[in-house]
């Protein structure tokens, strides 16, 4: 049984963000014991509400990015909305915000703003661009960085259109590398004793996600651009995705064991000793004789399932391309407890990503569901000091929201 509090046991995040990156990164904090409190617009709140997938008007997106938080809904553009945020602000450990750069400092909300009031602040940022640079004031999504960032001119069938990559890895990789950030931010406080502006861009994540892309135009003077190549890796021969008779698999032998082993598999010692394949800078001289011959050796296996286990008991590493029916049903994600489920006040009992944080001595497990809009209006306003009397003239006046849902939510 976990014996440690969690790490971040005793921080509060106020999480002032919308859609994915900043929510991912705060939903993250919170698994990692902080507690965020995530606040909102009325009436519609979050965007992330309005993006499916929807199940009886909730939306899947919203409940897997915010769970573990406390909600609550402010009109700021009211006076009292704004002075109810900044005694929020006041004793907060971190701040995480993703709007365009600049649009927060007209609301009253911005770095310099918060920070004059709690010097102790850990602000982070988050952008498609940054809060320097000709391209700062651009809106963009994840979307834009993967594109403008090169990493989509490299994936898809050379000739055709780069496909949609289906994850969201500029937001993903953005908001843990935020992660990252605020907590070397505390622990810096720690000693300094001051907050600092964090400034996360997701085009820089991209950019920085490249491990050979960059460096071998870099180093090659500009004569090398990694293009399309569709299903391998000409640089990693055999790395790639192979068809067989009822579905996909990868097959990962680009080092000389692995294809040793691969060889002595497909085509006997014979093949294992082929001069063409003996090392890397030969394989990939040699790479399309290397891929049919693993074509060949597929093509003469009656499934996926019948690949695997032989490349398996050849010990070669390889996998099966899964369909999501698949993951769920997998018993290594089931053991790690990668989906979680939890009790929902309208949807009963859902499934949901976890996230992949496992400590030896503190459980992460969510700590609850993601809020209703504004369901814990009257508890973050009652321990701000406002009285009961101050919540209901709030709420009467609209400064405070909350949808009808909230009476029934979970506490």
């Known amino acids: 049984m976990a014996s440690q509090p969690r790490p971040l046991a005793g921080i509060k995040v106020v999480d002032y963000s919308h859609f994915l990156a900043g929510p991912f990164m705060s939903r993250c904090l919170s698994a990692l014991g902080a507690e965020v409190i995530k606040v909102e617009r009325p009436k519609d709140g979050d965007a992330g509400r309005a993006h499916p997938y929807f199940k009886d008007g909730q939306s899947g997106y919203f409940l897997q990015q915010n769970m573990g938080k406390q909600g609550i809904c402010i009109n700021l553009k009211d006076p009292r909305g704004l002075e109810l945020m900044h005694k929020l602000v006041a004793d907060a450990d971190v701040f995480v915000e993703n709007y365009r750069p600049g649009a927060l400092d007209r609301l009253g909300l911005g770095y310099k703003q918060l920070s004059a009031l709690n010097p102790r602040l850990v602000y982070c940022s988050v952008s498609a661009y940054g809060h320097t640079g000709p391209a700062s004031s651009r809106p963009g999504f994840g979307l834009i960085a993967e594109a403008m960032s090169g990493a989509m001119a490299q994936v898809g069938v050379p000739g055709e259109?780069?496909?949609?990559?289906?994850?969201?890895?500029?937001?993903m990789y953005t908001g843990i590398h935020g992660v990252a950030a605020v907590c070397a931010a505390l622990v810096g406080r720690a000693t300094s004793g001051k907050g600092q502006h964090i400034d996360m861009a997701l085009y820089d994540?991209?950019?920085?996600?490249?491990?050979?892309a960059i460096q071998r135009y870099t180093l090659s003077d500009g004569k090398e651009i990694p293009k399309q190549t569709g299903h391998d890796q000409p640089e990693s021969t055999v790395y790639g995705v192979f068809s067989a008779a009822d579905g996909h698999l990868v097959i990962a032998a680009q080092v000389d064991d692995a294809w040793k082993r691969l060889a002595r598999l497909i085509g006997g010692e014979e093949l294992a000793s082929d001069r063409r394949f003996l090392d890397p800078e030969s394989r990939n001289a040699h790479r399309l004789e290397a891929l049919?011959?693993?074509?060949?050796?597929?093509?003469t296996q009656p499934s996926v399932a019948a690949c695997i286990a032989a490349l398996d008991a050849a010990g070669v590493p390889c996998a099966?391309?899964?369909?999501?029916?698949?993951?769920?049903?997998?018993?290594?994600?089931?053991?790690r407890g990668m989906i979680v489920e939890q009790d929902h006040p309208v949807l009963g009992r859902i499934r949901l990503p976890n996230l992949p944080f496992r400590f030896s001595?503190?459980?992460?497990a969510p700590t609850g569901i993601a809020p209703t809009l504004g369901q814990h209006n009257a508890d973050v306003a009652a321990s701000l000091g406002y009285s009961?009397?101050?919540i209901a003239a709030l709420e009467q006046d609209g400064v405070l929201y909350a949808e009808p849902v909230a009476d029934r939510a979970l506490v």
């Not at 259109?161 to 937001?171: E, G, I, S, T, V």
């Not at 994540?205 to 050979?212: A, G, N, P, Q, Y």
């Open 205 to 212: 994540c991209m950019v920085s996600m490249h491990d050979f």
């Open 292 to 299: 049919d011959f693993v074509k060949g050796w597929i093509a």
């Open 320 to 335: 099966p391309v899964q369909s999501i029916d698949q993951v769920l049903a997998d018993p290594q994600v089931q053991a």
């Open 161 to 171: 259109p780069p496909p949609l990559l289906r994850m969201p890895l500029a937001d």
């Open 361 to 364: 001595d503190c459980d992460t």
């Open 388 to 390: 009961a009397a101050e």
